[in-house]
């Protein structure tokens, strides 16, 4: 192994640091000429090992022009690197210019980019992208030498990671000595990311490269004082016991699985903050300015705590986060351990996290992970085949830098390994697409945006299709979004359209960490006030919730099926499922337990599948629909993380028949066709595939029109082009991508010959939980009972009257007014003042920094 060059040893040297093997082992890979991917522990020198050979190659022979870029998922990981790059290159006395590329950039340093541009160009996939369309590519990005991908694991498997692998190979076109290295701190599949880091799309090219591990992380968990939850999911019972620990600490990050968390969480957090602790918040649906300013405060060290989503997850160095506190089950090791390395972001110490479940079963999740995190056990999907609404786009912005030929692009697109086993035929078809919209759009003079030249050569329409096209690009396509504006004031970010169209006038929604008081709309945006009267609703958003890692729910079926390992289970936790074994039976790790019993006058069917929500809620509208053709009248059905549950007018007789493997056929076919996803489906692939357009040179297209448009197109083709190339994504999207089907299949064929129905007279207590969760979806018509007095008869059957009645009564009470979109608002004289940095927000109310 090598060592480090001067001045770069003496740098390491006054600071008291010794290289790492894994950085010395990246520059070795350079001076071969090899590409790399480092996997190594979160503060283990990740960035700087990444950049070393550019400083070293850089301070040994200098030159202008662009010679690395840097490619991050976040911006602000982005001006975060920057920054902490200045550092040595300052320190160093290096003739070495680093700037950003985002789409925050002032339109004159970009220009002055492209020509002149820094040796080090740190940017996101979208904002490379935009360059690579460009007629000054070629120019820019001819002598290239390194490519730096941070957070890979992040991006491969992604629509994100789909375009990014499209633009390297478009780059080791452009320059073909570039050489790449891939960073990561979370691995689950690395012969996978070593193919997607490759510029030949084989695993083999690319030098894997590991860290030594880092100090075991230290975990604990943390229980509600007094009654244990049955369920629910948003763990505000918790909130004494969570505000107790930020107290105790420096700084904390508290994570939450869904923006709607993040807001009753940071609410309840001030209804507590008598001390006036200084606490932020953060979620992707606030406005940007907004973010910056808990980014830099959390930098400055001016915060104390911040409430944050997966807006946080990645690696921006904040070394003096002391604690990490995750509220609700996890739901992936990977996920969790990007999160615990927020703590310390140092290698040789230990992170700290506080693990916080909402509910009986996300206790025993808590445990596994806890036990995934001690077996350094990685989760994750391995990376999907690539998009081809995204190939679309990228076909186009290639036109719009210069005429290519079809041989061409077809060989350099199959060297990306999203696209490696691309047939021709769908290449050929995507062109088609992009070249005229297909044959049932050809007509149309809009939808058509190449056209081929005497030799081959395809060619962009005009300017104006490219103008068009570089403002669109981007494979980050959001649900129907509107901008929340104080009148007279400031945009405090965006909520989903669909909420706002629920409100009337008068009522009051909590958001931005504020209670805001519907106004109506203006053109652009709705109009609120601050404070009002009243219970205020909390926007919630689709799609938002995180699924159940496979690898996780392996471990929570294997903890229910041996009691030896009940030992790490809390008292209230073993004594639920000795109950469970007694009145019924406990879940098998390998086989499925379905549950049936009558209650009020219709019958239940609980399935302990553990597959996750998303796979749940694709299998119970499967299994209501073989329910229906077998005359068992389904009424409605639910699905949690842990459990499919289904009621009935009639019994349910030999369930195991409902959960066939031919359920996949004829029974998912009739469901997608009907189904209104397919629709929401097409309408975000027609849009990264460039045949809708949202923006326009001085105009936007209102959400509304976006989907009308799309609806519109979807009836012509499937009428008249039902095989066209987008038609096909969206189908292979549904069934593939968010049904969760291979999922589904997995389950049906490990559970054959394996499943155990057992009909009891009453519910049991592990089917408690999932009768009074949310998520219910009505198949036919119907009255639902009260659920507070179903709920009420449900716990009392369960446990004989026992183990807290009357707060299992208040926790149900709560539940159907969070369900609602109702939660309680504070009073008065229970709100803290609020931080200096936060004076602009109203009593009552705060506002993140």
């Not at 083999?204 to 860290?211: C, I, Q, W």
């Amino acid at each position: 192994m090598g060592t480090l060059p001067e001045p770069f040893a003496g740098w390491f040297a006054a600071r008291g640091w010794t290289p790492r093997p894994h950085q010395l082992a990246l520059l070795d890979a350079a001076r071969d000429g090899h590409s790399a991917l480092l996997v190594a522990p979160t503060g283990g020198g990740k960035t700087l090992g990444g950049f070393l050979p550019t400083l070293t190659a850089l301070a040994a022979a200098p030159r202008p022009g662009l010679h690395t870029i840097y490619v991050s998922p976040l911006k602000a990981l982005a001006v975060d690197i920057a920054r902490n790059l200045l550092d040595p290159i300052e320190a160093m006395g290096l003739p070495i210019r680093v700037e950003t590329r985002t789409g925050d950039t002032p339109a004159n340093r970009r220009a002055r980019q492209r020509q002149d541009p820094p040796q080090i160009l740190l940017t996101t996939p979208e904002s490379l992208a935009v360059l690579l369309s460009s007629p000054e590519a070629d120019a820019l990005f001819g002598n290239l030498r390194e490519a730096v991908l941070d957070e890979a694991h992040a991006l491969a498997g992604s629509k994100r990671g789909d375009q990014l692998a499209l633009c390297l190979s478009r780059l080791q076109t452009l320059a073909p000595g570039l050489r790449r290295t891939g960073l990561s701190a979370t691995v689950a599949h690395p012969d996978a990311l070593r193919a997607w880091v490759s510029p030949s799309a084989r695993a083999e090219d690319v030098r894997l490269v590991v860290g030594q591990g880092g100090a075991s992380p230290q975990l604990d968990l943390v229980l509600p004082e007094g009654h244990l939850p049955w369920g629910g999911h948003m763990g505000l019972a918790s909130a004494p016991e969570i505000y107790r620990r930020i107290r105790g600490a420096g700084v904390t990050i508290v994570f939450v699985n869904t923006r709607a968390q993040s807001e009753l969480v940071f609410q309840a957090l001030w209804r507590l903050n008598d001390d006036t602790l200084p606490i932020g918040l953060h979620h992707g649906s606030l406005q940007i300015e907004q973010r910056r300013k808990v980014e830099a405060a959390m930098a400055a060290g001016k915060l104390r705590a911040v409430v944050a989503t997966a807006s946080l997850d990645l690696g921006i160095d904040w070394g003096a986060v002391d604690q990490v506190i995750q509220v609700g089950a996890p739901k992936g090791v990977s996920r969790l351990m990007q999160r615990i390395g927020r703590s310390n972001h140092r290698m040789d110490e230990p992170s700290r996290a506080v693990l916080v479940p909402a509910n009986r079963f996300e206790v025993i999740e808590c445990v596994a992970a806890t036990e995934a995190v001690a077996a350094q056990e990685l989760d994750g999907e391995p990376p999907r085949a690539g998009g081809l609404d995204v190939l679309a786009q990228h076909v186009l912005a290639t036109a719009c830098h210069a005429p290519f030929h079809p041989d061409d692009l077809y060989a350099e697109v199959t060297k990306a390994a999203p696209y490696a086993a691309l047939t021709r035929r769908d290449f050929d078809d995507v062109i088609r697409f992009v070249e005229d919209g297909g044959y049932a759009l050809r007509a149309y003079e809009r939808f058509r945006k190449l056209f081929r030249d005497s030799e081959g050569l395809i060619h962009v329409r005009d300017e104006r299709v490219a103008r068009t096209a570089r403002m669109n690009l981007g494979t980050i396509v959001d649900t129907p979004m509107l901008k929340v504006r104080i009148r007279g004031g400031p945009v405090l970010g965006e909520v989903e359209e669909w909420f706002i169209s629920t409100l009337e006038p008068g009522q009051c929604f909590i958001f931005a960490g504020q209670c805001l008081r519907y106004e109506g709309m203006d053109a652009l945006a709705a109009v609120v006030s601050r404070g009002g009267e009243g219970e205020p609703r909390v926007p919630t958003y689709a799609g938002a919730r995180l699924p159940l890692s496979t690898n996780l729910s392996l471990r929570v079926r294997g903890i229910l099926e041996d009691p030896k390992r009940w030992a790490a289970l809390p008292p209230p936790v073993r004594d639920w499922l000795r109950l469970q074994a007694k009145r019924s039976e406990l879940p098998s790790r390998d086989g499925l337990l379905i549950e049936t019993f009558p209650r009020g006058g219709r019958w239940f069917l609980v399935a302990y599948c553990f597959e996750g929500r998303l796979a749940h809620q694709t299998l119970g509208m499967l299994v209501t629909k073989r329910m229906e053709r077998l005359g068992f009248g389904p009424l409605g059905y639910l699905a949690t993380d842990y459990v499919l549950a289904a009621w009935s007018a009639f019994e349910p007789t030999n369930p195991a028949q409902l959960f066939e493997e031919d359920i996949l056929g004829e029974e998912l076919e009739e469901w997608i066709a009907e189904s209104s996803m397919l629709r929401r489906t097409f309408r975000s692939i027609a849009t990264i595939a460039g045949l809708l357009e949202k923006n326009h040179p001085g105009a936007e297209t209102s959400g509304r029109a976006m989907t009308v448009n799309a609806d519109l197109i979807y009836d012509v083709l499937r009428k008249h082009d039902p095989e066209h190339i987008l038609l096909r994504a969206t189908r292979q999207e549904a069934a593939f991508g968010l049904t969760d089907v291979r999922r589904i299949a997995t389950l049906l064929a490990r559970v054959q010959g394996r499943i155990r129905h057992r009909r009891l007279d009453r519910v049991s207590p592990l089917a408690v939980p999932a009768l009074i969760e949310e998520g219910r979806e009505w198949v036919a018509g119907g009255a639902e009972d009260a659920l507070l007095a179903e709920a009420a008869a449900l716990v009392e059957d369960a446990t004989d009257g026992t183990d807290h009645f009357a707060d299992v009564l208040s926790e149900v009470t709560e539940g159907i007014r969070v369900r609602s979109g109702v939660v309680d608002r504070p009073r008065h004289r229970d709100r803290p003042r609020h931080p200096r940095f936060n004076r602009t927000a109203p009593r009552g109310a705060s506002r993140e920094p």
